[in-house]
């Protein structure tokens, strides 16, 4: 099982944009840092997906893209933001040994795959809906003990008589902001469940 971050909302945004493209009659010949590249095609021949790879090493990745190409299925790395820098050091906490330092060298502007096939009924998934579950939980877990750490503070603040609540609101606004995503995740579990 590949280990994924949760980036579902974007990742969807993107395949929907190129599962459209595919329908108006074009096929996928190529990525850059900014663009993409089409050639023609006939109208709905081929579906996409997108998956987030960042958090694993560059050979696992290559690696999954390897075996997605056995099963005939095409392949692209893309860069998820722009770096336009050289010697770019970054650390991921979230990867997997070999991805934790991100670098040109390594996984830096090969965060997403794109996977191309012929298309077939139904809708192209590059993962189970358990495996989906499984991230999103993970996701809402990960939010909702920020968004813990910062309406605690606030809380005790204003139990001890430190401050009023109008002074702790500094708090509960980083509490909310963590709690938006956490209710977004919620939200999406109890869809994909159904």
């Known amino acids: 099982m590949v280990k994924r971050r949760y980036f579902g909302p974007m990742l ?12 108006q009659g074009w096929r996928l010949a190529g990525t850059g840092k900014l663009d993409y590249t089409f050639v023609p095609c006939e109208p709905g021949k ?15 990745g290559e690696e999954y893209a390897r075996r997605l ?3 005939g299925y095409r392949t692209w790395f893309k860069n998820v933001n722009l770096q336009w820098s050289r010697g770019k050091l970054r650390w991921n906490p ?17 965060e997403l795959l ?6 077939e009924p139904g809708e192209f998934r ?7 579950l499984e991230a999103l ?8 003990c920020v968004s813990l750490a910062f309406a605690a503070p606030g809380a005790l603040s204003i139990a001890l008589g430190l401050c009023t609540p109008l002074q702790s609101l500094a708090f509960w606004a980083f509490a909310a902001i963590f709690a ?9 579990m109890h869809r994909l469940k159904k």
């Open 180 to 188: 938006v995503p956490c209710a977004v995740c919620a939200l999406r």
């Open 137 to 144: 939980r993970g996701m809402r877990r990960r939010c909702l």
């Open 114 to 119: 794109i996977v191309e096939r012929r298309a």
């Open 69 to 71: 190409a056995e099963h």
């Open 12 to 23: 969807r945004a993107q395949a929907k944009w190129l599962n459209k493209m595919s329908a």
């Open 46 to 60: 081929y579906q996409y997906a997108v998956a987030f790879v960042g958090n694993l090493s560059r050979a696992h």
């Open 94 to 110: 979230a990867g997997e040994p070999g991805a934790r330092l991100v670098s040109e060298y390594t996984t830096l502007d090969r």
């Open 126 to 132: 590059l993962c189970t809906v358990e495996e989906e």
